[in-house]
């Protein structure tokens, strides 16, 4: 392997989305990720209906770069193997309930006697300690609780889930960071991060409003700001556009723009404390004014002018599109069964050329890392 990450070896005991996340992430950046599934193996390998060979695709997104290890840690034989493998890692991740954690001898306090230098996390849902512990935590169940359901979707309607996994990638992320952190610092130990922490820690200034001035947060329709007007979704003659208006700069090139120049100067619109006092008023306005042309028009007329702005598209627009192609966003694996085509690693490194590869079979390197089948 090459990349910032040559040399470090890092062992993943998980499963789905968060700890693997969290592994592919530092895979792809160089380090040598061993993933150590059970004899079934991790279930993402079953998850999604679309295969390519033998690769099912949900797991592919997941596990590229890394190797696999086929071993049953609830035996002797498997935590033998486990210690050998900790011996020479320089990281432990995991996502397991906390009890199966410290059942399988994969917290700091049981693998330190092999390397006291390893570092060790545990992505939980709610922390390896403390009255939620050994509950049970998905991604819906963290946003219920968190309150982003509760944020999410247009006032009077009903609580809304984000449209993808924002919980057990966020999580995934921070894992990363917290694990290279140990692992500089060198002297090892155990991280515990868990779910709840992670997207409580990700409400930030929605919080703050409410620890510090009572201020309920609450739904806004149309995806709106909180302070920021205008700043949401709008309805155009033929879909919908995004409009960000974050000073009053903009709202003058924007005002001049659509023709109607007046709101630069009225009271009620011309400054950020007025528009967002007037907020009814404002959204309005714009709104009539953006139904008249197509969202493709308003991006011509609009974009030019370094107004922060957007079409709404679709996810296969964005794989398919200039911007994802131009980023190296989405690549291609080849395979004997044909090309795998997986998402990008976002972190771009000078002087590096990304590398992915299949992901493993269940057990594919046993021999190469233990010695036997």
Request: glycine share 10%; charged share 20%.
């Given at each position: 392997m090459t990349g910032p990450l040559a040399g470090i070896r890092i062992l993943e005991v998980g499963h789905m989305l968060a700890g693997p996340y969290c592994g592919m992430l530092l895979a792809d950046l160089g380090a040598d990720v061993i993933k150590i599934e059970a004899p079934d193996g991790d279930i993402a390998r079953r998850v999604a209906p679309h295969h390519v060979g033998p690769h099912n695709t949900y797991f592919a997104s997941l596990?590229?770069?890394k190797r696999s290890?086929?071993?049953?840690?609830?035996?002797?034989?498997?935590?033998?193997?486990?210690?050998?493998?900790?011996?020479?890692?320089?990281g432990l991740?995991?996502?397991?309930?906390?009890?199966?954690?410290?059942?399988?001898?994969?917290?700091?306090?049981?693998?330190?006697?092999?390397?006291?230098?390893?570092?060790?996390?545990a992505l939980t849902g709610y922390g390896m300690?403390?009255?939620?512990?050994?509950?049970?935590?998905?991604?819906?169940?963290?946003?219920?609780?968190?309150?982003?359901m509760a944020l999410t979707g247009d006032p009077g309607g009903t609580p809304t889930k984000t449209g993808y996994s924002v919980v057990d990638n966020s999580s995934g992320m921070m894992g990363a960071l917290a694990l290279l952190a140990k692992i500089i610092e060198g002297k090892g130990g155990q991280l515990d991060v868990s779910l709840y922490d992670v997207m409580l820690s990700q409400l930030n200034y929605l919080a703050s409003a409410y620890l510090n001035a009572g201020e309920h947060p609450a739904r806004q329709k149309s995806g709106a700001h909180p302070y920021i007007v205008p700043a949401q979704i709008f309805e155009t003659a033929d879909g919908h556009l995004v409009l960000f208006i974050s000073h009053d700069d903009f709202w003058r090139r924007f005002a001049r723009e659509v023709g109607r120049p007046e709101w630069a100067e009225d009271p009620r619109f011309a400054t950020m404390a007025a528009r967002s006092a007037n907020r009814e008023r404002v959204l309005d306005e714009v709104a009539a004014v953006l139904r008249r042309e197509g969202t493709a028009r308003w991006m011509e007329r609009l974009a030019p002018l370094g107004l922060v702005v957007a079409g709404v598209e679709r996810l296969e627009d964005a794989l398919e599109g200039e911007l994802a192609r131009a980023r190296g966003m989405v690549?291609?694996?080849?395979?004997?069964?044909?090309?795998?085509?997986?998402?990008?690693?976002?972190?771009?490194?000078?002087?590096?050329t990304p590398?992915?590869?299949?992901p493993p079979l269940l057990g594919e390197h046993n021999v190469e890392l233990l010695g036997g089948g």
């Open positions: 596990n590229r770069n290890v086929c071993l049953d840690l609830s035996s002797p034989d498997g935590q033998a193997a486990l210690g050998r493998l900790a011996a020479g890692a320089h991740v995991t996502n397991m309930r906390p009890a199966v954690i410290r059942k399988l001898g994969l917290t700091y306090e049981a693998l330190s006697r092999h390397n006291p230098r390893i570092a060790c996390l300690d403390g009255p939620y512990a050994e509950r049970p935590a998905y991604d819906y169940v963290i946003q219920a609780l968190v309150g982003i690549a291609e694996i080849p395979t004997p069964d044909g090309v795998l085509r997986v998402v990008g690693n976002p972190i771009k490194v000078q002087g590096m590398a992915y590869g299949v």
